[in-house]
């Protein structure tokens, strides 16, 4: 697609959805969805993707990648055009419909998306992949979704998944799941009154929900190793001057659980 084609396309999607409103991709012929300058979530892709790299010591044109809540597409378009096999999944078409404008404006074959509910996910539905990106989505689920769906990010992961989350700073409200209690607290998504056309309206909202719950560190980490990661990380760099105390990026892999030789008593104790 020339330049001009890409504007008229641009000005098309932003007067049926409004402007781009998170993920400033440059477009062939120089061409940004937002505009020719850093707007924030730069460092994010920067962080990401250099995890991806360290973690997996793969070239990225080996991986398959799932991107879930893609938003405008940002994450899913750098990888594919880094060569991996993307699926981006995100619940409002108007999100949506700006990443299928950028996928298409460099022509990826290799990149699919998806408009679902990530609450769908599953292997048999979407298959497995070397990384999952879990970044902005799993502060919008409530409880039990979120501990269902984290079970589903295990589920699909062979290697790696980052999760870029909001955490609660205190534990406010104790909720029980599969014999396990997690600790956190509970924040306003939407007005109760509001109607779901209002909701869907909320561009980086909660699809439907009114709240969500957001587990404390602790809480998220003991979840990630109840799922089934084997270990997990804190992202430290490169930093985000800009980031809240309450939000973390967490590298969890999957990987082999090891059996201790010398202290065999260790390998009993149940650590979450
Ligand atoms: C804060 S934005 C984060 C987007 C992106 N992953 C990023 O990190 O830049 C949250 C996104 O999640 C999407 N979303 C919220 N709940 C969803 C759900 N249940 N299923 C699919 N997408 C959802 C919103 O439409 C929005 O695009």
Redesign the pocket.
Known sequence: MDRQLLEQKKAELIKKYGPWT??NIQLPGNLYTIGEKITG?EI?LKRNIQIIADATQKPLNQLRVL?????EG??SVELARQGAKVVG????EA?LEKARFAKEAFGLNNLDFFL????NLSQSKYGSFDVV?C???LY??DEPDVFYFLEKISEVCTGLAII?THISLSAKKTVGFKGQKYQGKYFREHTPWSSLEKRKKA?????DNVKSFWPTRESLINLLANVGFTSVYGSLFPPDAKEPRDRVTLVALKGKKQQLLSTPLMNEVKQS
Not at 116 to 119: I, S, W
Not at 203 to 207: E, R, T
Request: net charge negative; hydrophobic share 45%.
């Open positions: 998170g993920h979530d994010k991107d879930l809540a893609c938003l940002l994450y999944i995100e619940g409002r999100n679902d509910d990530v609450r990106l970044l902005g989505i919008h689920l870029d561009l980086w909202a909660s699809l």
